[in-house]
């Protein structure tokens, strides 16, 4: 048993090489994927008996399932110990996945198999448009035009454009890649007598005369961006900044002096993922790579590191912490990545940290360094299983707090200042067992507040009124108002 691919060429039947031909001639099983292809008639001339799948067409609901039909029955049948001789329009490897459907499932059931090279429409459709395929060519059956990533920058063929419904559903995927008056080229016949080669806007492929299954759609590339990343246009801004003859502050300021800036930057991104604003997190995000590449010059500059050892030290470290993707390892779920992280980290920084608390940066804001304080400390296993009496000790805390203010006057300072950062410290707690960055929620809620805030202001300065003219309960309606009005939106 054992099955023998090959193709029948793009066309007129010169284009079918010796081999094949000797192949197809020499077999008593030939089975086509189907007979209407244009050599299929010279074939019955010269006395070759084949089959075809053609009444599979007829019955499938959809392509998917009709090749994988055909592919199952070409194993079912070399399975039963015939020989197979299965030829596909074109070449067998060239946008044909029945060919991929059956060398997948001749491994798995043992069946011999065996491709012979063919001729495909590509190489004609190369020469007819003078385009040379090393520049870059994605080649895609109509069906999968979803499957194209949205950065392509290559040329485009789309192949098995069989319809006029086919090239209306393609038109409508590559319009949103390229607009409606791109210029395409359709071809179909190619090397044959009736060869048909046009011209067209996008917007205009379906409505050409004649459209059937040696149809095919050439998109040359669209103008884009250049693909290669680079950080130097703004490492080479900064190296001009701190230049000689460049900004008098920029060359003034040092680490100590620019870390005010990082700090700063940070939080505005923060504000920018909360109000999910895409345009300002981008801008903010290029502000904070700015402060990145400003330390890193002043680094160079006192022959320290330079901008490219930063990149290189985080991504040899996140290649190494990662070995479940770019090594050996396996992983059951995130909780596990984590472990596996917390680890490699341990053994990088041996000898380094020999406490408990150790690497915890000094300067963190407090909420900061208090989540970190007890999930370092939580580690081994100074922390409570369950969130029960973090919630109670919320409570003892802030008991503890009301009856410190209400010392006499001459205790009650420090202790109240004690009592309420042990408040803080346990409200923090709660929120790490409850999966919420402390700092970020404080954060959101300044946000809020200053949302809100505005808006009684603006109202106020809309209605020409004084702050001195309003009582609490009519702020407190304002607020009301401008709450109600975030809901909405």
């Known amino acids: 048993m054992g099955i023998t691919i090959t193709g029948l060429g793009p066309g007129s039947f010169k284009h079918i090489t010796l081999e094949t031909w000797e192949l197809l001639s020499g077999t008593n099983t030939l089975i086509l994927r189907t007979a209407k292809h244009p050599c299929v008639d010279e074939l019955k001339k010269r006395g070759v008996a084949f089959t075809s799948f053609d009444h599979m067409y007829e019955q499938a609901d959809n392509f998917s399932n009709l090749y994988q039909a055909i592919a199952t029955e070409v194993i079912r049948r070399a399975v039963q110990g015939e ?33 012979i090279p063919a001729m495909s429409f590509l190489e004609v459709l190369y020469t007819r448009l003078g385009v040379d395929p090393i520049t870059g060519l994605t080649i895609v059956d109509a069906a999968d035009l979803a499957t194209l990533p949205p950065d392509l920058v290559t040329g485009l063929i789309v192949t098995q454009v069989y319809s006029r419904q086919v090239a209306s559903d ?57 693909k290669i990343f680079s950080l130097d246009p703004i490492v080479d801004v900064m190296a001009r900044l701190r230049s000689p003859g460049g900004c008098v502050w920029d060359i003034e300021q040092t680490h100590l002096s620019l870390r005010r800036y990082i700090v700063e930057e940070v939080y505005e991104v923060l504000e920018a993922i909360e109000l999910a604003d895409g345009v300002k997190l981008c801008e903010e995000l290029g502000d904070l790579l700015l402060q990145i590449v400003f330390h890193a010059r002043v680094a160079e500059e006192s022959g320290g590191f330079t901008m490219q050892d930063v990149v290189d030290h985080v991504t040899e470290k996140m290649v190494r912490r990662h070995p479940h993707v770019f090594g050996a390892i396996t992983v059951r779920d995130a909780a596990e990545v984590v472990v596996n992280w917390d680890q490699i980290k341990k053994q990088e920084k041996a000898g380094e940290r020999t406490g408990v608390l150790d690497g915890i940066p000094v300067g963190l804001p407090s909420l900061m360094t208090a989540y970190k304080l007890q999930a370092k400390a939580a580690k081994v296993g100074f922390d409570w299983s369950e969130i029960g009496p973090v919630w109670d000790k919320v409570a003892e805390e802030l008991a503890e707090l009301r009856q410190a203010a ?51 202001e603006a109202t106020l300065k809309e209605q020409q009124r004084a702050w001195e003219d309003m009582n609490l309960t009519a702020l407190d309606a304002l607020w009301d108002e401008a709450k109600a009005k975030e809901a909405k939106s």
């Open 83 to 115: 020989h197979i001789v299965y030829a596909v329009p074109g070449s067998p490897l060239v946008a044909e996945k029945t060919v991929e459907l059956i060398t997948t499932q001749a491994q798995a059931a043992g069946v011999d198999l065996a491709i």
């Open 406 to 456: 209400l010392a006499p006057a001459d205790e009650r300072g420090q202790k109240t200042e004690d009592e309420l950062g042990d408040v803080l410290f346990a409200v923090v707690n709660l929120a790490r067992f409850m999966g919420i960055d402390p700092e970020t929620a404080l954060n959101r809620t300044n946000n809020k507040f200053r949302r809100r805030f505005n808006y009684i």
């Open 170 to 226: 393609a038109k409508l995927a590559l319009i949103d890649y390229y607009g409606d008056e791109y210029q395409v080229t359709v071809a179909r016949n190619l090397g044959l007598p009736d060869e048909q080669i046009h011209k067209v806007m996008l917007f205009e492929i379906d409505r050409l005369p004649e459209i059937d299954h040696l149809t095919s759609v050439y998109v040359p590339p669209r103008p884009a961006r250049s």
